[in-house]
T-cell receptor, first 114, second 116 residues
Framework: ETGVTQTPRHLVMGMTNKKSLKCEQH?????MYWYKQSAKKPLELMFV???????ENNSVPSRFSPECPNSSHLFLHLHTLQPEDSALYLC?????????????FGSGTRLTVV | AQKITQTQPGMFVQEKEAVTLDCTYD???????LFWYKQPSSGEMIFLIY??????QNATEGRYSLNFQKARKSANLVISASQLGDSAMYFC?????????????FGKGTLLTVNP
């Protein structure tokens, strides 16, 4: 059991559906991240939140909409996705300064768009 | 911009032997951190080891050691006495030190298979 919990673990959705991914951390970290992991590609940073404020949007399409209501929770709202959006979506958290242990990751949500 | 290169898509090793996973990096930052993560088939990314760019000694954590060669910009992971449970994807990553936008840049990963 990690300090970062992601739900659901698996999600299958149609291209017209609306769904949300949830991430929760109880580590007292100030920063939270969404990463996308596609097959045979490096992890792609999507969004960064620091103290609930979005500090980075890495040119992510608007069909992905993040929400960070507080420093412990992060959501990724999904709508009208494409099959190429199928991937493992990883949430992570960290302190806002350099730390020797880097990020703490969740177990991810494996998303399949049909 | 930072870049991480892992040139080995897959590696095989016999149980109880040592294995080296390669990682080279490119950055213009004077201060940075280097990380290795393990990702089993379950998907979770597990932190293994960290090396700071100004650290004089190579980092070690149990069976993991990081062979840091700054001039060559390489940060290879050495796993000694491999175990079957070491079979997983391994990612090298780099951070920019300091600032409020603390980010990790990852390589494509190496799939390690430990054979009995």
């Amino acid at each position: 059991e990690t300090g970062v919990t992601q739900t659901p673990r698996h999600l299958v959705m149609g291209m017209t559906n609306k769904k949300s991914l949830k991430c929760e951390q109880h580590l007292g970290h100030n920063a939270m991240y969404w990463y996308k992991q596609s097959a045979k590609k490096p992890l792609e940073l999507m969004f960064v939140y620091n103290f609930k404020e979005q500090t980075e949007n890495n040119s992510v399409p608007s069909r992905f909409s993040p929400e960070c209501p507080n420093s412990s929770h992060l959501f990724l709202h999904l709508h009208t996705l494409q099959p190429e959006d199928s991937a493992l979506y990883l949430c992570a958290s960290s302190q806002d300064q350099d730390r020797v242990d880097g990020y703490t990751f969740g177990s991810g949500t494996r998303l399949t768009v049909v | 911009a930072q870049k991480i290169t892992q040139t080995q898509p897959g590696m095989f090793v016999q149980e109880k032997e040592a294995v080296t996973l390669d990682c080279t990096y490119d950055t213009s930052d004077p201060s940075y951190g280097l990380f290795w993560y393990k990702q089993p088939s379950s998907g979770e990314m597990i932190f293994l080891i960290y090396q700071g760019s100004y650290d004089q000694q190579n980092a070690t954590e149990g069976r993991y050691s990081l062979n840091f060669q700054k001039a060559r910009k390489s940060a290879n992971l050495v796993i000694s006495a491999s175990q079957l449970g070491d079979s997983a994807m391994y990612f090298c990553a780099m951070s920019r030190s300091g600032g409020s936008n603390y980010k990790l840049t990852f390589g494509k990963g190496t799939l390690l298979t430990v054979n009995p």
